[in-house]
């Protein structure tokens, strides 16, 4: 819960705080570096066959599978009881 709050005050800050463009590019940019760093962990712990889950944008529904492969990217993720693939970014998976 203190988590969730501390994330509450940082958003309200970054969208009534008067930063400049430059400091809003320097907050971008350590939020794509965090990315980044998720998407590497997850590809390092991922192999072929974990099962992991992740929510669809599409649908807003928990998705669980396979991971069928492992690219730079994405992974490839065969969902479980459907025969459907899908391309799913590294840092939007977790183990299930």
Known sequence: MERLTQ???VNQ??????F???????IIDAVK??????????KREM?????VKFTSTRTG????GTVKKVNIKYILVNETGRPSTW???ANMLEVA
């Open 7 to 9: 994330i509450q005050q």
């Open 13 to 18: 800050t970054i969208m009534f705080g008067k």
């Open 20 to 26: 400049t463009n430059v400091e809003l590019d320097a």
């Open 33 to 42: 570096f965090a990315r980044a760093g998720i998407a590497n962990q997850n």
């Open 47 to 51: 192999r072929v066959g974990t099962l």
């Open 61 to 64: 529904q928990v998705v669980t």
């Open 87 to 89: 391309r799913v970014p």
